[in-house]
């Protein structure tokens, strides 16, 4: 590979890093043709970013922006894929769905400015709720008092309506 189309990818990878809120680093290797186009598809489905890149070029787009990734330095061993997504825990779940072919493999993820390492950060990761979620749940919260005061209201309305015909009745 010539060193202008080396850069110009590693300038394309650095562009993904700061374009995208979050990444993940795994690993695709043992997928074949069918399984790959699968993920990719479903990949597409989600709005994330499946990336396929040479681990000296990542290296080097890390290094050629201001923020410090060295913690993820360890993970570029062996084949290594970035999923891209602005929604933290979507790359997480779609990999948990995947977790008895342990393909894609997790190596380590940057996720809402932190670094998350190894397989046993999987699980807290799928447990992130993402902004969506977090937001239909504050609505929730807030809908229910006002739920509660309408319902008083409505049941309020009808007993003092039932005192007043009893009362009616009553002096007939």
């Known amino acids: 590979m010539k060193k202008e189309d080396k850069s110009k990818i590693i300038e394309q990878i650095a562009v ?12 695709i290797a043992t997928l074949n043709a069918a399984k790959t186009s699968t993920l990719r598809r479903e990949c597409s489905n989600q709005d994330i970013k ?11 787009a890390f290094e050629s922006l201001e923020k410090n990734y060295e913690e993820l330095y360890p993970a570029l061993k062996g084949n290594t894929a970035i999923m891209f997504s602005n929604v933290a825990n979507a790359p997480a779940k779609l990999i948990d769905k995947y977790k008895a072919d342990k ?19 999987l699980k807290d990761l799928v447990n992130i709720k993402s902004k969506t979620e977090l937001i239909g749940e504050v609505i929730m919260l807030l809908q ?21 015909k009893t009362l009616s009745e009553k002096e007939n």
Not at 16 to 27: G, R
């Open 103 to 121: 393909i894609p493999a997790f190596k380590a993820a940057y996720v809402q400015e932190s670094f998350f390492i190894g397989e046993p950060a």
């Open 50 to 60: 499946l990336l396929v890149v040479k681990n000296t070029l990542l290296h080097k």
């Open 144 to 164: 229910s008092p006002a739920k509660n005061v309408i319902s008083a209201l409505q049941s309020g309305g009808s007993i003092l309506h039932g005192v007043l």
């Open 16 to 27: 993904n890093l700061q374009s995208y809120e979050n990444f993940y680093l795994t690993d």
